[in-house]
């Protein structure tokens, strides 16, 4: 982030010294009028009762305050929720467009309806960052005043799997049956999502370069949410009960579902490994009820978000102030093993 701060003290100056220069010309009322204009941004979120989407969200209104400190102009967010429905997102984003804002960060609830997004965007020429759920990449080639915030599937999924393989290893009564093979299920995030097949794909796979021997007893899909994995992973303790000797789950949200269906079938704790590192998963890990999880960093995912927006929202190129903006239009932030 130093790299930013530095771009924007600099671009500060270049405003400042315009208005100075602006000044002696005699076009005082102008300057005046720049430094008391609004920027407003639109954040449109997929849904809001999503654990690690809230988390992001506060570091957009973190960062939001952060920006003001040294903006000249005044930057204003607005924050929606699109429960969950593309309609109602697109319903908002005209909303958004017919309020003049300057730009829109959008976290899709529908990562293969960009297309209609990005038309609307274009037509009326509002630039548009994109987090989190990621447009494919005939969609994000539609116009070139749209970018992508966001993080590798395939990273959090070989570190996940590295976490559960490094535990084996180290607790050879993981093996229950003693059979030398890691029977595990797999609770997975909402289908479509370009992190669910990446992540399921290569935890996996981390587990079988370390040379694990594994089965997969079942998997399922919990929509990235608590309540539906403890739906979940009841039904799989009824049925395999005790064959069960690890639990790899799409994210924190999920794992945390997993424990709750556990403690209410009184049943042991099996290993369980997260992905985010969300509060709740870190308290849990403190308390030793999951192994390990991946941090998904919504500091540095939120903070990127909110400034490639603001560069956006005044005509700037953001290319020239954020450094590693990939093909000029993808910012990638990198995910973190969480053990201890
Ligand atoms: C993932 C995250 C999930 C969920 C999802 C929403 O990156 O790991 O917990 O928040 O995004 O799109
Ligand atoms: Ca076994």
């Known amino acids: 982030m130093n790299n930013v701060n530095l771009k924007l003290i600099s671009i500060n100056i270049v405003i400042v010294l315009i208005l100075l220069v602006g000044c002696t010309k005699g076009t005082n009322?102008?300057?005046?009028?720049?430094?008391?204009?609004?920027?407003?941004?639109?954040?449109?979120?997929?849904?809001?009762?999503?654990?690690?989407?809230?988390?992001?969200?506060?570091?957009?209104?973190?960062?939001?305050?952060?920006?003001?400190?040294?903006?000249?102009?005044?930057?204003?967010?607005?924050?929606?929720?699109g429960k969950n429905q593309q309609d109602i997102q697109v319903d908002q984003m005209k909303q958004f467009i017919k309020e003049d804002y300057d730009a829109l960060a959008i976290n899709l609830v529908d990562r293969s309806k960009a297309s209609v997004v990005i038309n609307?965007?274009?037509?009326?020429?509002?630039?548009?960052?994109?987090?989190?759920?990621?447009?494919?990449?005939?969609?994000?080639?539609?116009?070139?005043?749209?970018?992508?915030?966001?993080?590798?599937?395939?990273?959090?999924?070989?570190?996940?799997?590295?976490?559960?393989?490094?535990?084996?290893?180290?607790?050879?009564?993981?093996?229950?049956?003693?059979?030398?093979?890691?029977?595990?299920?797999?609770?997975?995030?909402?289908?479509?999502?370009?992190?669910?097949?990446?992540?399921?794909?290569?935890?996996?796979?981390?587990?079988?370069?370390?040379?694990?021997?594994?089965?997969?007893?079942?998997?399922?899909?919990?929509?990235w949410q608590r309540l539906e994995a403890q739906d979940v992973m009841s039904d799989w303790l009824d049925y395999f009960g005790d064959d069960i000797e690890m639990i790899l789950s799409n994210n924190d949200a999920m794992a945390l579902g997993a424990i709750d269906a556990m403690r209410a079938h009184d049943s042991r704790l099996i290993p369980v490994v997260g992905i985010d590192g969300i509060q709740l998963a870190r308290e849990a890990l403190k308390k030793g009820e999951i192994i390990g999880t991946v941090f998904n960093d919504n500091i540095g995912q939120g903070k990127m978000v909110m400034n490639i927006a603001y560069y956006l929202a005044q005509d700037l190129d953001p290319t020239l102030f954020i450094d590693d903006i990939e093909k000029g239009t993808y910012y990638w932030v990198d995910y973190h093993k969480v053990i201890d």
Request: glycine fraction near 8%; proline fraction near 3%.
């Open 29 to 81: 009322n102008i300057a005046t009028d720049e430094v008391s204009d609004t920027i407003k941004i639109g954040v449109l979120i997929y849904r809001f009762d999503d654990q690690f989407i809230s988390s992001v969200i506060d570091v957009i209104e973190q960062e939001t305050e952060e920006l003001n400190k040294i903006s000249t102009k005044k930057i204003e967010i607005s924050i929606v929720d």
């Open 120 to 223: 609307e965007a274009k037509q009326a020429n509002i630039p548009v960052v994109f987090f989190n759920r990621e447009p494919v990449q005939v969609d994000m080639a539609r116009w070139d005043q749209i970018y992508y915030v966001g993080t590798k599937g395939e990273q959090s999924g070989l570190i996940q799997g590295e976490i559960a393989g490094e535990y084996w290893f180290d607790h050879p009564e993981a093996d229950r049956n003693g059979d030398g093979i890691m029977q595990y299920v797999l609770i997975e995030g909402q289908p479509g999502h370009q992190d669910v097949i990446q992540r399921s794909q290569y935890s996996v796979k981390a587990l079988q370069d370390m040379g694990i021997e594994v089965e997969e007893l079942v998997k399922d899909t919990a929509n």
